[in-house]
């Protein structure tokens, strides 16, 4: 197959990175459809490729892929709002999860979501105001013997303490938070 | 299309291999031990080897899970035909030390040293996380030299379909995914089931805070269960299917989507499996943080690219499931268990575990337990074995309140009941439920209350909103549990939480709705009087 017949209908011939919305990202949520051959049901794989690509989901790109995927928006949204992972907001600088499962619930995750919300003033599943860190619970992220667990841009941190955990968020912040 | 793989071939190949090196440092590269610093510390060990130009001595193999995750990052020492030690929490600079003093002074470090004769590991029988620790999961080879495949090789060339259902149904095998219903009795409808298109489903969407029995084998033993999946499929006769695995398990999606090409490659999944008749294409499909999508009605909807809510059942998956056709869903531990059962034979099976629940059972231990971890032990272990002797017990000198089983849809077993075995009708009969495998122990200082908050506010949660028991009953019975716990409880509010307990579970749609109760009704059948002291104290009308 030639390049210009793999190309999303009505772009005809265009360069890798030159994408039609003037966003470039869209040139990798476009591989995904292809790969998936535009089928209907690889709406949350699409979803997820495009949050990844993004840091969240905006109405133009529900609406994006909406059209790729020849669904109604309405659909998409819902699929959309329906599942815990994707998320409307732009991500904070910073990304602070703490793991609320049992095991972890039992050794104290709860003091650790109320002292670092109360500390950096935002509360549980939301972006601080100044945009510099976003608070997350997760179900359970299967590091029990860990417990209690806190992922902090991405590092997985064992036998966490309220302590601990708000002075690493701190540290990261800067003298400003 | 190239030459299928030769399993007796690669297996010599690597008897060669493994006896290549005098010595074989083994590292657990679970996830646990990675978040302790697996990741450097093998590192660590492998430029010491190049560093020390001990590459024709020894060769260093990263492993799945060896099961005490507490004590990671784990390494195991083993020398050619001969003595084998483990140690635990090893950082760079440990491993190092037992490195050279393994190979340069023909010692062992016995301050990091873990003594496997401890019951932790001695009280184990391990089935399906046999090669947990001891193969690369990363490399087919290393999964066939440890027998993989050779079941599938034995269907597929010596049996009829229907021998290796009738081999499951003499096993005894039932549902690790909570339920316990009998597997060949699944399998034996999407056998019987008309028509040419026909769906398996992997359900690895482990959803039970608590649980990460699924994940370990995902990730761990991925060839495991692409093997269970085609037995499964060759068994009744379908041709496609999924494996659904949480968004949140992304090493599990990766070593999957690795392992199916790679089984592909060697003709094990495709087209003509192993030059035989039989074709089996396999997807990965990933959920996005939805418990309800574990019942199986929503699985099939959120597989389809739609929200995931549950429907009515009968008709059942087996006669409508995917796309309207004969679909069926697995737990990937059952799946786990296939392969083994086909080597060995279903009476062998059979002769684990009880009666009535055969086999072994996998659990995560974790909570106020010394050890904490993911252990094997064959079904009808007393529940005071799991918790004292392979557990060690409640540490720093706290009394042991509760064992916690089936996460949110499970109970809360009492200290009195630890005689127990734990099979599915035993931990029924308590008013919990096996579950997944998640399996939580409660100090003295935890308040039952507070737990049976804690998992209404999960259901309250995830409960999808389709049926109104469940929308409406969990936000009530989680506002009555607020109330009770804060201390401004009645009798009258204990009186209509046990009332929303039993309309909830009768008149929910599905699995998680019907189940949601569980852990108040447990709770207030063992720990009532922590509830009772919670009441405000009632001013008498007149």
Known sequence: MSDTMRSVAGASNRQQG??????????????HLKRGRYAQDQLIETLHVAQD????LSEDILVYVARALKLPPSMVYGVATFYEL??????GDHSCTVCTGTACFVKGADEIVASVSNTYN???????????????TARCLGSCSLAPVVVFDGDVLSHQTSESTVSLVGAALGGDA | MAAPIDLHEVTEREREERFRTRWRVKACASTACQSAGAGQTIKAIEDAVEAEDMMLEVQVIPTGCM???????LVRVLRRGGDKAMYQKVTPETGIKILKSHVLDEETLPEHEIDTEIPFFSSQERVVLANGGVINPDRIESYVAHGGYLALEKALKTMKPKHVLEEIRTSGLRGRGGAGYPTASKWSLLAAAPGETKYIVANGD???????MDRTIMEDDPHRLLEGI???AYATGANQAYIYVRAEYPRAIERLD?????????RLLGRKILDTKFDLSVEVRIGAGAFVCGEETALLASIEGRRGIPRLRPPYPTEKGLWGEPTMINNVETLANIAPIINNGGEWFASLGTPKSTGTKVFALAGDITHTGLIEVPMGTKLRDIVEDIGGGVPDGKGFKAAQTGGPSGGCIPAKFLDTPVDYDSLRELGSIMGSGGLIIMNEEVRMPDVAKYFMEFSMDESCGKCTPCRAGTVQMHNLLQRITDGDGTKQDIRDLEHLCSVVRDASLCGLGQAAPNPVMSTLQYFRSEYSALLREEVAHG
Request: hydrophobic share 35%; with cysteine; aromatic share 10%.
């Open chain 2, 67 to 73: 099961g005490l995750c507490s004590a990671g990052p």
């Open chain 1, 18 to 31: 030159d994408h039609p919305s003037g966003d470039n990202r869209f040139d990798l949520v476009d591989k």
């Open chain 2, 206 to 212: 482990e959803g039970d805070p608590g649980a990460y």
């Open chain 2, 230 to 232: 085609a037995l499964a």
């Open chain 1, 86 to 91: 994707f998320t409307f907001d732009p991500p």
């Open chain 2, 258 to 266: 690795r392992a199916i090409r790679v089984a592909r490659r060697n």
């Open chain 1, 53 to 56: 690509v993004f840091g969240f």
């Open chain 1, 122 to 136: 935002v509360p549980a599943g939301k972006t601080a105001e100044d945009n510099s860190l976003t608070l997350k």
